[in-house]
């Protein structure tokens, strides 16, 4: 079986025995023999029947869904869906943010996953992601850094980023975009 080589995922695996009491091979014999057809009713079963809390069960669900499909889908895939379509338009500023990003250092790691880019060195310090048809909006994890002028604050992307600058064009991935990057990259 081929998994993500996602660190996190990894983790999550590793753990998953002493966590829920099952392995993931365990789990997909569980949830193969339950022919359930989305990912919400896997969910259900997870949570309902077996009690895995919340981000195992969603875990081990995408994790199963990925294996019956033959596995994951190619990294370049992933980012290709993200800017198909009416968001073709924005994937030069996607790759201005990555060149941006892995400026940064030769530790940058790119992670797509289905809805976003993660950016991340020892942890997670951005996410980028094709928001609307006309804008990307681009996650920080900064320290003390109070909201300022493009700079937003809040807890952006489901508080997974302390910071969110939304940008329009290639251009705007400037100086003030690469040394927030930059400091989230420290700081990570």
Known sequence: MTLTPDPQTQAMIA?????????????????SAAQLPTHGALLKLLKGEYGVTHGYANTIAILFRQHAAGGPPPEADLVAQQYAGAKAALRP??????????ACGPDVEIAPKKTYVALRRHKQFAIIQAATQARVDLGLNLKD????????????????????????????????????????????
């Open 15 to 31: 753990a998953m025995p002493e966590k829920t009491g099952k392995s993931l091979e365990e789990w997909f014999e569980i949830l």
């Open 93 to 102: 500023i996607y790759e201005a943010v990555i060149a941006a990003a892995t």
């Open 145 to 188: 850094v109070a909201p300022a002028d493009r700079l937003e604050g809040g807890g952006a992307f489901s508080g997974m980023c302390s910071h969110r600058v939304r940008l329009g064009s290639p251009a705007e991935v400037d100086a003030a975009v690469s040394a927030w990057l930059r400091q989230a990259y420290e700081q990570a």
